[in-house]
């Protein structure tokens, strides 16, 4: 092979080696920090992530990273969005503001958590991890195995919660109590439904943490957003965390497309891992897919082509143009049309094909759109996780035409190597936090799986 010919391999095999080293350094022993410094502890989502980065080194320690989030489960069937790590105290807000177990019985003791939920992709993290260790060995799949039916029963009671308490009325859509239950904090998604939160008079004083650790606050939410953010914890934490009275009082009270594509998706794999188990609930699993696919295909609005959040206190839909409007194309349920118009819009000049990108890769909010920002957060940066979920659900449903031009965009950007939180979408610039879990994750995954 030719010197030129070799530097793809090489970089290829630098990122591994880069990746591995970094979900190695952010390991507590029991689980892997979200990030050094500005998430030192086991957020939800991002351990499900981080679980199928660990699955390509050592598909035990990806269980071990599942079985850490489970201990913090509440009785409830809830997997809280924060399991904190009690040796790292400095982390704002952490659990005394939070102060779940004060208030409710369904909260856990010990591990503290925090008390809200994120977007519920661990089945389909489950669903990966299996067949990442079935194809390492047969000795490998035969310990995951083992392991599985209880990890089965933790996802059965987390899916059972997520349809009882967030679509009482049977919708096919999650309703989320707190922007950051979205796992997108300051969203354009959520603009409007925050503009009506009343920052809480009696608001207890607070000092931020985050824009101690990332010096440029342009790059962080702003201090209204914030304070908006802990009056919502405050209001949760005063309703004992109750989910029927939040849903009767709560000032935050929106449906959440991406997170019901997510569970269309999830519950198809629950779904296969409960067949492979010979469990009863597959056809229960079934129909909660076949409901949140068809209420995620319904949400898409025909001026933009996207799918859309609902607004519950006014009925509003939420006209923002992010990634999460892409929905759809995660989990299917759209006619072939209206998903060739999808996939026309994602390559669009809009999107993926938007002239000024660095890589084409799917920033978080469009760059054509008036809310954009490039470098604020969830309001215009790429997010390597994001493009990473976006191609393994692609090439989950046989839309490999659609991930190949995405996956190799977010291997180019991740080539920069210092597994970045997120990026500058003009000029590839690294932001937020360094050596973040989940993107390492990503990197192993596109360039092992
Ligand atoms: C961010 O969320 C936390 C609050 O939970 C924060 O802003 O401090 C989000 O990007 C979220 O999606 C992510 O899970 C978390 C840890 O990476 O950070």
Redesign the pocket.
Known sequence: MSAVSDLPVRRDAQVVAGAAAVLRANDTGVMVR??PHL?PHQ?S??AAFVSVGLAHLDPGRACAELDHLFTGQWRTGMLP??VFDPAETDYFPGPDRWGCAEVTDDAPVAPRTSGIC?PPVHALAVERIVALAERRSAAAGARVRAWLPGAYRRLLAWHRYLVRERDPLRTGLLTIHHG?ES???NSPRWDEPYSRVAVLPDLPPYRRR?TRVVRDAAQRPTRLEYDRYLSGVEELRRAGYDDARIRATGGFLVTDVLASAVFAAASEALAGIARSLGAGEVAELEEHAERFRAGVADSVDAGLGLALDTDLRTGAPLRAETVAGFAPLLCGGLGTATEREMVALLRSERWTGHPGLRHAVLPSTSPASPAFHPRAYWRGPTWPVVDWFVVWMLERRGRADVAGPLRRAVLDELAEGSFAEYHEPFTGEPLGSAA?S?TAAAALDLLLG
């Open positions: 979200a990030a998430y957020w989502w991002d969005h924060i994120q950051w796992g997108m904090d985050d973040q989940w």
